[in-house]
């Protein structure tokens, strides 16, 4: 089973930037697609960002498109997510996740496998 373990959250004054990884074990990364999640207080998961299998492709939600950037480095079990330009909205706990198949989608009911998550604060 894979497991997922997000790190890198923090308070970050807004205008800061902010790198979130997540280390994969008991499976090889290779054989997924991986996104990164987020929820605030009182609202849903949201998709933030997304990577196909091998990283053919990605994709970003509209409020972070130019300001975070995935990757993955297949060959250490790893997962990134950088952040730049904070804002006081992406205050929220991030999550990576990995689905089984070649392709990556925003929606979080697509993804079977979960980290724990790593909360982000923004606020001066």
């Known amino acids: 089973q894979l497991q997922l373990v997000e790190s890198g959250g923090g308070l970050v004054q807004p205008g800061g930037s902010l790198r979130l990884s997540c280390a994969a074990s008991?499976?090889?990364?290779?054989?997924?697609?991986i996104g990164w999640f987020r929820q605030a207080p009182g609202k849903e998961r949201e998709g933030v960002s997304c990577?196909?299998?091998?990283?053919?492709?990605?994709n970003y939600a509209d409020s972070v498109e130019g300001r975070f950037t995935i990757s993955r480095d297949n060959a250490k079990n790893m997962v990134y997510l950088e952040i730049k330009s904070l804002k006081p909205e992406d205050t929220a706990v991030y999550f990576c996740?990995?689905?089984?198949?070649?392709?990556?989608?925003?929606?979080?009911?697509?993804?079977?496998?979960w980290g724990q998550g790593t909360q982000v604060t923004v606020s001066s």
């Open positions: 990577m196909s299998k091998i990283g053919g492709s990605t």
């Open positions: 996740a990995a689905r089984a198949g070649y392709a990556c989608t925003p929606r979080p009911r697509e993804y079977l496998y």
């Open positions: 008991g499976r090889i990364l290779d054989w997924y697609a």
